[in-house]
């Protein structure tokens, strides 16, 4: 006990408050993800559109609203200094936290101008915001979108529905998994991250089995972000 009090004293051991407190440049992975420093973030109380989500606007067009909205992220706070508290860890390791940059609360930003909803099943802390940014048809709001989490079910239960066709390995230690996202990106998936058992690869539509990922960088496959 002697020994941890002086540790505290000479600075030696953070104290739990300090330990939640961190800070990093920014790095904007999609709509509600970014790279703090070394520390991955979701954005607490916010959900934005994935990347290669499809919007339909008014007259039919559609287009990729979730690349839209990370880039609009990007040219809005990307490089730039980003303070955050955390508020957990969510089960892809993240750190779920609430980040301000210059001041500004980034969350509430995003909501406020229509490029993330509030995500109600988690915080009420940007309700209003969203509220605003509806009747304004601010963003996201001028358009016909499927909520982000209900996006996400659906190429879920898409995925699950086409695993008994999935193509096979072509051999043993040929686990990388190339697939081709919905605007026609070539994206592989190692073991272990975030997408790969709901990945499904399709002969059909060009994906394929990668047995290294030397392999899939010279194919022109890029590694999935996360």
């Known amino acids: ?4 009090c002086l540790l505290i004293v000479l600075g030696l051991v953070p104290v739990a408050a300090g330990a939640q407190t961190f800070g990093g440049i920014v790095r904007v992975i999609d709509g509600d993800t970014l790279d ?16 290669g989500q ?11 609203c979730g690349t839209w909205v990370a880039e609009e ?36 930003m995003l909501v406020t ?20 940014a509806v009747i304004a048809g601010r963003g996201l709001h001028a358009v016909l979108m499927t909520r982000p989490e209900d ?7 898409e995925r ?19 697939n081709r996202s919905g605007s026609g990106n070539r994206i592989y998936h190692m073991p272990g991250q975030a997408d790969y058992d709901a990945t499904v690869i399709t002969e059909a539509k060009g994906e394929r089995w990668f ?3 030397a392999e899939a960088r010279a194919a022109g496959w890029r590694r999935a972000k996360r």
């Open 1 to 4: 006990m002697l020994r941890i």
């Open 36 to 51: 703090v420093g070394t520390t991955r973030v979701r954005l607490h109380g916010i959900d934005a559109p994935e990347l």
């Open 54 to 64: 499809i919007c339909t606007n008014p007259d039919g067009g559609t287009w990729d």
């Open 73 to 108: 992220v990007r040219a809005r706070i990307e490089t730039r200094a980003a303070r955050c508290q955390a508020v957990e860890a969510d089960r892809y390791g993240r750190t779920v936290a609430r980040c301000e940059v210059a001041g500004q609360d980034v969350g509430r």
């Open 113 to 132: 101008d229509g490029l993330a909803l509030a995500y109600r099943k988690y915080s009420m802390a940007y309700d209003l915001e969203e509220k605003a």
């Open 151 to 157: 996006h996400r079910r659906i190429v879920r239960e």
């Open 160 to 178: 699950a529905a086409k695993a008994k066709t999935e193509a096979p390995a072509p051999q043993a230690g040929c686990v990388i998994k190339g």
């Open 211 to 213: 047995c290294s990922e």
